[in-house]
């Protein structure tokens, strides 16, 4: 695989992305959905740029690169912002931080474990600080949601982690996948952020899943 071919599944495998921006429009969620068309622009950019060699680019590969990196950055930021249920004022200050940040890193953003542990570390003690001054955990309950999120973010993260080089056979085949198993994680991490569905396990006698849906805020079957 390569060229043409190894382009057009990188390319194609973006539409994994549309299910979860049209679920994140249906629950009121814009900034999601911004974060994601930008996510959407900026890879298939960088993809375009990699596989053409840097014939068909608008900028350099390494800034394309950096680009990709840096809106991937920002949606995983969003999602995880939201997910803690920040208010207003200390959701905007700590998205301030993370694009500061990732500005002050366009240099090295591109291929480098550096940024990922510098916004990891800034997302924790953001988020960490305001859980404890308000004194709460979890505040969106969603037992069985949040495994299938969590399970997904582990193949998805070990899919990306894998050493292969940029570019290469393997490379081209479990990067499609990456797009697909990230997009599978905002999709099911959508029910949880607008409580649209809230899923849990019941163990006695007989193992079930007990679940709750909601329309408008309103449950309509449990």
């Given at each position: ?55 068909v ?82 505040p ?8 299938v ?29 990456w ?44």
């Open positions: 695989m390569g060229g043409p071919v190894a382009l057009t599944f990188e390319l194609v495998s973006h539409v994994f992305y549309v299910p979860p921006i049209l679920v994140a429009l249906y629950v009121g969620r814009t900034q999601i959905v911004w974060a994601l068309i930008f996510v959407i622009m900026a890879s298939m950019h960088y993809h375009v740029c990699l596989d053409t060699d840097g014939d680019c608008i900028t350099s590969l390494h800034y394309a690169g950096a680009m990709d990196y840096f809106f991937a950055f920002y949606a995983g930021a969003v999602l995880y912002l939201q997910s803690n249920a920040m208010g207003h004022d200390a959701m905007s200050t700590a998205l301030t931080v993370i694009v500061a940040e990732l500005v002050a890193m366009m240099p090295v953003l591109y291929n480098s474990v550096t940024p990922f542990a510098v916004i990891s570390i800034s997302l924790l003690w953001q988020t960490t600080w305001v859980n404890l001054a308000l004194r709460r955990s979890a969106y309950h969603n037992p069985g949601f949040s495994w999120v969590f399970l997904l973010s582990a193949l998805s993260y070990c899919t990306l982690a894998l050493p292969f080089k940029t570019g290469s056979y393997y490379y081209d085949v479990t990067h499609p996948i797009h697909a198993l990230s997009a599978s994680v905002i999709f099911f991490y959508m029910p949880i952020l607008s409580r649209l569905c809230v899923v849990w396990p019941e163990f006695g006698d007989k193992w079930r899943l007990v679940y709750t849906y909601h329309v408008k805020n309103r449950v309509i079957y449990q």
